[in-house]
């Protein structure tokens, strides 16, 4: 098996054959010894220090000594990503072809690496994880499958398969060739295979978090997958197309508690009906979605890059989520929006994000109406940043009512540059909630990010005593409030 790895990657680390002089009165045994420290680590600890190295570094330790000939077999966790297991060279060439090409020789170097770690009788007995990232071939297909039953045999428990965006034919996943069995696989991702033996995954009776990315995939795979795995707890599908087709994320006995829909296209309707469902990411082009049974769902996440998902978050998203306790809005320009009466209550709704993306801060007063629609809210996050790209000057028609907000706590302005629509606003918060206790004029950027991230980015300006003490005198003139003013 070492024969398919690099002949460079064989040179032992530096690090354990460091030498230094030897001192006067000093023997050879106890300069031997004071070299070569790591390898009196107990074996936990060198297991740890190799677990950070790539596949070939660790099994290319075992030729140090005898002390390090078998502490790779304890690892767990495997992967193989072309470029970092290959390094610059691939081995001397074997065919004519492959001296012509030298992607052909690192290709046929990568696969027979795989090939022979996972074809060792003494190597690992168990794979915990597992990773294998390459341009696979339509040649490889076959040889994937030997892979793949392998790591299954060893009782892996995660598995990553990305087998690159030049492959002629589909990949089918599980392979065709397993016979049957349960497999203790709990933590699966796939990207650019086929579903269309979504029977087979009646095999995988564990599996608990399943990544679909850059797949084609039909209602009947989705239903057949989620009917065959029934203790499904997670599920994120990004950047696949599903041909014009519904998306039905449906069943009574769906243990499913996560689903994130990224940048997903083709998609006609989404329809949930998922009673322990809780948390949802959707991002992307706006889809009409069907909230059919959804009782237990608390976090949404919501990012729209069209101004159809401004109307539904603002017209119709209150009455479809009545019962949400947290809500993260993202969503680009407000051309064309139109509020024609206050949407209805969320009811529950304590914590809420307002991310946008618009043409102008002239005007921002339109944000009260999810104020005044959520009575309950406790905390608010806004970040507001102007694009060049949106050309209209409209706005949307909105005048606040005289209402009061009496659960309103904390407020959080990113992005904020004091231009006169946010000072109106802020004014506006410190007007109408009269609990307020803290507000914040943050200068970072808020963003999210796919699978329930926050994300912020430090700005390079800081706020002036100056410009504080100005900001400040122009915040609270004719308002009456004691909540506490910061500026960062």
């Known amino acids: 098996m070492m024969d398919s790895f690099p002949s460079r990657s064989l040179s032992p680390p530096s690090l354990l054959h460091r030498k230094r002089k030897r001192t006067s009165g000093e023997s050879g045994t106890e300069c031997q010894t004071e070299r070569d420290r790591i390898s009196k680590l107990p074996d936990h600890l060198l297991a740890c220090i190799l677990e950070r190295t790539d596949v070939r570094t660790a099994v290319a330790t075992s030729l140090l000594s005898r002390r390090w000939r078998c502490v790779w077999k304890s690892l767990v966790d495997f992967k193989f990503v072309k470029e970092p297991i290959l390094g610059r060279r691939a081995g001397p060439p074997s065919s004519a072809e492959s001296r012509r090409d030298p992607a052909i020789r690192r290709h046929r170097v990568f696969t027979k690496c795989v090939s022979g770690f996972l074809g060792l009788k003494d190597g690992p007995p168990t794979i915990r994880k597992l990773s294998l990232e390459f341009s696979a071939k339509k040649k490889d297909l076959a040889m994937v499958d030997g892979w793949i039953h392998s790591a299954l045999e060893k009782g892996v428990h995660e598995l990553k398969l990305k087998l690159g965006p030049n492959l002629t034919e589909e990949y089918i ?93 083709q998609i006609r309707i989404i329809e949930l009906s998922a009673p322990r469902l809780e948390r949802l990411q959707y991002m992307g082009q706006y889809t009409p979605m069907l909230f059919t049974s959804v009782p237990h769902l608390d976090h949404v996440w919501l990012k729209y890059a069209n101004p159809a998902g401004t109307n539904y978050i603002l017209r119709k998203l209150s009455t479809d989520l009545p019962r949400s306790r947290n809500l993260n809005l993202f969503f680009q320009s407000y051309e064309d929006v139109k509020v024609p009466c206050l949407p209805a209550c969320f009811g529950s709704l304590k914590n809420l994000t ?95 990010t796919p699978r329930w991230k926050m994300m912020y980015y430090k700005s390079s300006k800081q706020w002036t005593e100056q410009q504080t003490s100005v900001l400040l005198k122009q915040l609270t003139e004719g308002i009456s409030t004691s909540a506490s003013l910061v500026f960062r």
């Open 354 to 448: 307002v991310n946008v993306n618009i043409n102008s801060k002239t005007d921002l007063l339109w944000m009260a109406i999810l104020l005044e629609a959520a009575p309950f809210l406790e905390t608010l996050q806004t970040s507001v940043k102007t694009s060049d790209s949106y050309y209209s000057r409209s706005t949307i028609p909105w005048k606040p009512s005289d209402f009061v907000h009496h659960h309103l706590v904390e407020v959080k302005m990113y992005n904020f540059e004091g231009y006169c629509g946010e000072m109106a606003f802020a004014r506006l918060l410190l007007a109408k909630a009269v609990d307020l206790r803290s507000m914040t004029f943050n200068r970072d950027d808020l963003f999210a």
């Open 173 to 265: 996943f599980p392979p065709l060739s397993l016979n049957g069995g349960e497999y203790s696989l709990t933590k699966l991702k796939l990207s650019g295979c086929s579903l269309h033996n979504h029977a087979g995954f009646s095999m995988f009776g564990s599996l608990s978090s399943l990544s679909l990315e850059d797949m084609d995939i039909s209602k009947d795979d989705m239903q057949g997958v989620l009917q065959n795995c029934r203790r499904l707890k997670s599920l994120c599908l990004a950047d696949c197309s599903f041909s014009g087709a519904d998306l039905s994320i449906a069943s009574p006995d769906l243990q499913l508690k996560e689903l994130a829909i990224v940048d997903c296209e």
